[in-house]
């Protein structure tokens, strides 16, 4: 469901796009939970992690790459803004 904000939707389509380049084979806006439902391995975390880092050009701090982190487009979102990369 689109926000009533054209900056988050471009972070989310921005979000999904990486995980598809990541691990083009899964349908990640059906997933309830990317880890638990086997989408994301501590791989993919890492790489997904560079991937935010470099595109939104914030640092996530190494206490937040916990899987809960990285369970849904929104729980990423979060992340990447408590990590001072989207106002």
Not at 30 to 46: K, P, R
Not at 60 to 84: C, H, Q, R, T
Request: some cysteine; proline content about 5%.
């Amino acid at each position: 469901l689109p926000s009533q904000c054209p900056v988050i939707d471009g972070v989310k389509k921005k979000i999904l796009e990486m995980l598809a380049e990541l691990r083009p084979e899964f349908d990640y806006e059906n997933s309830s939970n990317f880890v638990e439902d086997g989408l994301l391995d501590s791989f993919d975390i890492v790489s997904l992690t560079t991937m935010l880092e470099e595109y939104f050009k914030v640092t996530i701090d190494g206490m937040s790459i916990v899987p809960e982190n990285y369970a849904s487009v929104d729980a990423i979102l979060a992340l990447v803004k408590s990590s001072k990369g989207v106002n």
